[in-house]
């Protein structure tokens, strides 16, 4: 074990079995190790593996190889020490604060007299007093929220895991609990040694951790580690705070990032995953660029749109991927394409995003030769999702499927007919 190691993961690799022989690698080459006092946080791109590996740490997902270890001793089951809290907060309506809270104690050998005392006191540290016999649905979703962190502390974890826990609360909600946990945290209020945050928002890592991972590539694997240096209470206009900030975007918006996103070969073409954004936002952010007139940091324009990375990464990878922008060092521009792009018409737009579509996204062509092919130029769905299918999950396929059928109506190339599910070339399109 190495020093002080609280939680290590050995060549860990994560495989999804799609029935057949057909495997999806998710995640590979896991070398973690986390010591107690930690504050880690998981950060990475949407669908790059980060709930899976902290359901891994958890012993909620197998892993397909590899080692975990928990003080020093592999565990293969769920992990002893950890408790878990999510972003839907997971709570039963019908049950009380208390009872709710008391769920977390559930496995454990102790009296029902000793449970509630524990939950009661739990309930005190978290900020619920007084609320011990109120529903789920008479509380703010802050407040619920508390709930879900107190059903996971009660058991005294070494280990708290969090899956995105504050992304489903406004704002403000948000703000507040994460001071209040961070205070409860350092003042060791709560005996927990270490905290796992899985995160989409660079500035919440940034704010919270002492550490972040960077997940990505696929399959995902660490591709950063950095301690956050800063002292706590940190305020997020201090250089030193938007110094990180930054660093994290040039890191997640790098090359690596963008283009080893989900890509299958077929027949020896290169199907990427293609991010999920409508092609009124990005024409959008292309005006909005060129309005700007010059080199970003990308940071900047997200606080600018008010919008968390997980939102607003596709639609920088979007315009990447069409070579409408151009990212480095974190920050965009864009090409001359995207320039003409945001001058042009509607009409032209259509044009150039047409061209754009057929030079960077090969699977678009493939869609169209298959239309082609056919002497009534339809195709069903189910034939591209299926094409699909091998190498992407049934959600990834379903949301594929549909940003492409938007992109190629966009782009007028083809259209899609509910009714008969099928695609099919218009009379007046691709002449
Ligand atoms: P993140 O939390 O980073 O958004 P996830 O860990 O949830 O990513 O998912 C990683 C990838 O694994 C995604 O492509 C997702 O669709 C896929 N995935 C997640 N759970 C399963 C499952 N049970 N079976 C098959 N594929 C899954
Ligand atoms: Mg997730």
């Avoid at 990505?216 to 950063?224: D, F, K, L, T």
Wanted: charge should be neutral; charged fraction near 25%.
């Amino acid at each position: 074990m190495s020093k002080h190691a609280l939680i290590e993961l050995k060549n860990v690799q994560k495989k999804w079995d799609m029935g057949g022989n057909a495997t999806i690698p998710v995640l590979t080459n896991i070398n973690l190790t986390i010591r107690a006092g930690e504050f880690l946080a998981i950060l990475g791109p949407s669908g790059s593996g980060k709930s899976t590996l902290l359901r891994i740490i958890a012993g909620l997902t197998p892993v397909s190889s590899g080692e975990i270890i928990y003080l020093g001793k592999e565990y293969h089951g769920v992990n002893p020490g950890a408790a878990m809290v999510f972003q839907s907060f997971a709570l039963f309506p019908w049950l009380t604060v208390l009872e709710n809270v008391t769920l977390g104690l559930e496995s454990k050998p102790i009296a029902d007299d000793e449970k509630k005392e524990k939950a009661l006191h739990i309930i005190d540290v978290i900020g619920l007093d007084g609320f011990e016999n109120a529903y789920p649905k008479e509380l703010s979703g802050g407040m619920q929220q508390r709930v879900g962190l107190g059903r996971a502390l009660v058991s005294d974890p070494d280990v708290l895991l969090m899956d995105e826990p504050f992304s489903a609360l406004d704002v403000l909600t948000a703000e507040n609990l994460r001071r209040d946990l961070l205070k409860l945290w350092r003042d060791k209020k709560i005996p927990t040694k270490t905290i796992i945050m899985v995160t989409h928002g660079i500035e919440e890592a940034v704010y919270m951790a002492d550490r972040i991972i960077v997940v990505s590539g696929n399959p995902a694997r660490i591709n950063y580690d950095m301690q956050v240096t800063l002292p706590h209470c940190r305020d997020k206009k201090d250089p030193l705070f938007t110094n990180f900030v930054d660093k994290l975007y040039s890191l997640m918006m790098k090359k690596e990032h963008i283009e080893t996103h989900r890509v299958i070969t077929v027949k020896n073409r290169e199907i990427a995953m293609i991010p999920q954004v409508s092609a009124g936002a990005l024409t959008g952010f292309l005006e909005f660029l060129k309005d700007l007139n010059k080199k970003t940091d990308l940071y900047k324009l997200a606080d600018r749109f008010m919008m968390d990375s997980e939102d607003f990464f596709p639609i920088v990878e979007g315009t990447t991927l069409l070579k409408f922008t151009k990212v480095t060092d974190g920050d965009i521009e864009l090409t001359p394409e995207g320039i003409l792009f945001a001058q042009a018409s509607v009409l032209e737009r259509k044009k150039l995003f047409r061209s754009q579509l057929i030079q960077h996204v090969p699977f678009i062509n493939k869609i169209i030769a298959i239309l082609q092919s056919k002497s009534n130029k339809r195709m069903s769905i189910e034939f591209f999702e299926d094409i699909l299918t091998n190498s992407f999950s049934p959600t990834e396929v379903q949301k594929h499927m549909n940003i492409l059928i938007t992109w190629g109506r966009y782009a007028e190339l083809f259209a899609y007919d509910e009714k008969s599910k099928q695609l099919y070339l218009e009379d007046t399109t691709n002449s």
